[in-house]
């Protein structure tokens, strides 16, 4: 309800890694140990690991359940307790966790969610009574966690930010795999991932085949209601994030070759069309920036080497794919 995401899929994705990612973290409860250590002289020298104390713990809208999951499992295995901020955008679902963890006999205190906007973010971030701050978001935000984290205390601090990943599709793929594979990999979740495969390297040998390929696949993912089961793609997180996106298409029309997609449906709700676009340089603003949302930029290259070099040449480092069925 309050992401857009459809149902069917928040049941097979979201439902499920954020169940797996609490078993894991489970399993660490008894096994986070000291060690003993040989010391000159007549003394005893032992290590004992501790929790860090109040986390305060910042998650995006994108996948408000799983990123609750990923925050609260190790602060609570390790003996944490938690101050989490949610997502304006989304805070129904964390709202709903607080009263299973409650029903489920946490003491009042280890864990509390708090809704609201950026200031209270800044706030967990600057108070001298949180001892660590663990954040996924934008690197602009980031950058701003960084520096309030430090004005009261030290904090130790963790960061997931933003990301411009590479796909590359070799020569050597399976052709059919390989568009499927770049389709999910950009227009899952709308493209609202920070490990999204924005960047799709193509080898010239298939390129143009490709680009048609995935054209057409684009133009079959169906938009609607997020309960409805036929639902691929639902409406982005909120008009900003539409603006946001829409803005950049414009900039890849200029730019570049437009395929598929590349615009509003409809004027209700917040529907981006699956958005192709071929004929991307790197120097593109659609190439350097991260989107956040259903564009995907078909680049092509021609050896291994060219193509590792544009792929690294990003500010991001989030994550990267290659697609071949020749593993050497």
């Known amino acids: 309800m309050n992401n857009g995401k459809p149902v069917h899929i928040a049941k097979i994705a979201d439902l499920n890694l954020s169940h797996r990612c609490y078993r894991y973290y489970a399993g660490w409860v008894d096994k ?54 949610t997502a304006e955008q989304t805070p129904l679902s964390a709202l709903r966790m607080a009263e299973l963890i409650k029903d489920a006999g946490f003491p009042d205190g280890v864990v509390n969610i708090v809704s609201g906007y950026g200031d209270i973010g800044a706030h967990l971030a600057r108070h001298p009574g949180v001892d660590k701050v663990a954040f996924t978001g934008s690197t602009e935000v980031g950058y701003d966690i960084m520096r309030n984290s430090h004005v009261t205390n ?95 298409i414009d900039h890849g029309k200029k730019q570049a070759r437009l395929v598929a997609g590349g615009s509003r449906k409809g004027n209700k709700g917040w529907f981006v069309t699956p958005t192709v676009f071929a004929d991307v340089k790197d120097d593109h603003i659609i190439a350097k920036e991260e989107i956040f949302g259903p564009v995907k930029s078909i680049f092509k290259f021609e050896d291994n080497d060219e193509v590792i070099a544009r792929a690294n040449n990003s500010n991001y480092g989030l994550g990267a794919g290659v697609v071949t069925e020749n593993h050497s």
């Open 154 to 248: 030290l904090k130790r601090i963790t960061l997931e930010l933003g990301g411009k990943s590479a796909n590359i599709i070799t020569k050597h793929a399976n052709f059919d795999k390989a568009v499927s594979q770049a389709s999910m990999s950009l227009f899952f979740n709308a493209g609202q991932c920070c490990i999204a495969g924005s960047r799709t390297y193509v080898h010239s040998s298939i390129y143009d085949r490709f680009v048609e390929a995935s054209g057409k696949q684009a133009g079959s993912i169906r938009l609607g209601h997020s309960l409805d089961a036929n639902t691929d793609q639902g409406p982005l997180v909120s008009k900003d994030q539409m603006d946001r996106v829409l803005s950049y």
């Open 32 to 85: 986070i140990r000291g060690s003993t250590s040989p010391i000159q002289g007549s003394f005893n020298l032992s290590t004992r690991r501790e929790p860090v104390g109040v986390v305060g713990q910042i998650i995006p809208w994108n996948f408000p359940l799983l990123m609750q999951a990923w925050k609260l499992g190790p602060a609570l295995a390790a003996g944490c307790t938690v101050v989490m901020k």
